[in-house]
């Protein structure tokens, strides 16, 4: 079945720090490819590396400290009663697998996941619907527990409260098993790379893993000429929209002259000073060389170059 690792009482470093040595429900459709917030990329790099993000938003802050809100508003919606596991579950079966659930429900085989959400994504959670992405989280909460079922609870901020019941489904946790356990062996524990995605978490990677260039090495570009072609295209419809960019701000600006805001019924634009103080580098570099010694700082990086043979 699952372990239970005692989490009472840790810190926030700590807790972050084990859920590192496993993939997570709020990670679960992240791997899956159906989180619009993360991607297989982001969570191959937080599993392998040393680095431990403590997100502190005010997205962050409302989801934790409404949780128990969220919590009595199911309460009272259902009847039922919820508790606090203090536990994080790890699968023996699965040992990728880990879960830190909100609440058990008690008298009843189930969990509970509690969302706290803006008016903006109202119609995400209208007529019963539930983000893909919460509803992959929960399912991998009932592959680490063996629960049958899991209720998901959202207060939608301003708008209302909604909750909905999602039960035990052979194939779609089967499934979900499998694509993590892909992800986890193929990718985090053979720390292999996963598919470039176009993120800057990608350019991140891909920087930390091959940080520095063989001097005079040249290999064969083969099976790139095509996508090469498509990037040169990418890139003058790029020019060209930045171009009609500015001429729009450039005519906007002619038409606002001295004045600081303008305003429609549509849109509000702003063109204000703004002063920023930057230190002359070349003044001191020529001044006080022996100041601009012990404070210099060289970087290295590499620079991806494309240049017709």
Aim: net charge neutral.
């Amino acid at each position: 079945m699952f372990e239970k690792i005692p989490i009472a009482g840790i810190s926030n470093l700590e807790w972050l720090k084990l859920r590192k040595y496993g993939i997570g429900g709020s990670d679960a459709g992240a791997v899956c490819g159906l989180n619009p917030y993360s991607s297989p990329m982001k969570i191959f790099r937080d599993k392998t590396t040393d680095t431990v993000e403590e997100k502190n938003n005010e997205a962050v802050r409302i989801g934790k400290d409404l949780e128990q809100y969220v919590a009595v508003r199911f309460m009272e919606a259902t009847g039922l009663k919820t508790r606090r596991s203090n536990y994080m579950y790890r699968s023996k079966e699965y040992p990728y697998m880990i879960a830190d659930i909100d609440r058990l429900v008690v008298g009843e085989d189930a969990g509970l996941e509690c969302k706290t959400t803006s008016a903006y994504n109202a119609g995400k959670w209208a007529d019963g619907n539930i983000p893909l992405h919460y509803v992959i989280q929960c399912y991998h909460y009932m592959a680490v527990t063996g629960r049958r079922s899991w209720y998901i609870a959202a207060v939608i901020l301003g708008c209302g409260f909604v909750y909905s019941k999602l039960v035990w489904d052979d194939d779609l946790i089967e499934k979900l098993i499998k694509t993590e356990g892909d992800f986890w062996n193929n990718h985090v524990k053979a720390n292999t790379i996963p598919e470039p995605d176009g993120s800057k978490t990608c350019d991140a990677v891909l920087e930390q893993y091959f940080h520095t260039a063989k001097k005079e090495s040249i290999i064969e570009l083969a099976g790139f000429d095509e996508k090469l072609a498509r990037r040169e295209e990418i890139l003058v419809s790029i020019s060209g929209l930045q171009s009609e960019q500015r001429q729009i701000e450039q005519e906007i600006k002619l038409y606002m002259q001295d004045n600081e805001t303008a305003a429609s019924k549509n849109y509000r634009v702003s063109w204000s000073n703004v002063d920023t103080t930057r230190l002359d580098t070349k003044r001191i570099k020529q001044e006080q060389p022996e100041i601009y010694k012990n404070y210099a700082k060289v970087t290295s990086s590499r620079r991806f170059q494309v240049k017709a043979a």
